[in-house]
Nanobody, 124 residues
Framework: VQLQASGGGLVQAGGSLRLSCSAS????????MSWFRQAPGKEREFVAG?????????YYADSVKGRFTISRDNAKNTVYLQMNSLKAEDTAVYFC?????????????????WGQGTLVTVSS
């Protein structure tokens, strides 16, 4: 599975960005897709996840609930992360990841494939 993340950039606090993660190489109905992020000097943390089966159940970290929305387009093999009301503490490199199976996990070690990351910088 090859994952390609895009959409990062510089935005002012309160602004919005939409990240995209396009995937190729395997059948995506077999994978859970998630976004993680890693800020300088910190560990990589879970942000949002979505299953591909059963209508696409969504999961969010408490820090982004109500501000971020994860979605997927099965026909395009693409997962999106709409980020609204951005804060300076959202500044990080954002990674998309794929986990084989139907059960979602917030633990990065459970994920089989990773994209290259896209940098989001929020200025205060």
């Amino acid at each position: 599975v090859q994952l390609q993340a895009s959409g990062g950039g510089l935005v002012q606090a309160g602004g919005s960005l939409r990240l995209s993660c396009s995937a190729s190489g395997r059948t995506f109905s077999n994978y859970v897709m998630s976004w993680f992020r890693q800020a300088p000097g910190k560990e990589r943390e879970f942000v949002a996840g979505i299953t591909w089966r059963s209508g696409g159940t969504r999961y969010y970290a408490d820090s982004v609930k109500g501000r971020f929305t994860i979605s997927r387009d099965n026909a395009k093999n693409t997962v999106y992360l709409q980020m609204n009301s951005l804060k300076a503490e959202d500044t990080a490199v954002y990674f998309c990841a794929a986990e084989y199976g139907s059960s979602w996990s917030r633990f990065r070690d459970e994920y089989d494939y990773w994209g290259q990351g896209t940098l989001v910088t929020v200025s205060s």
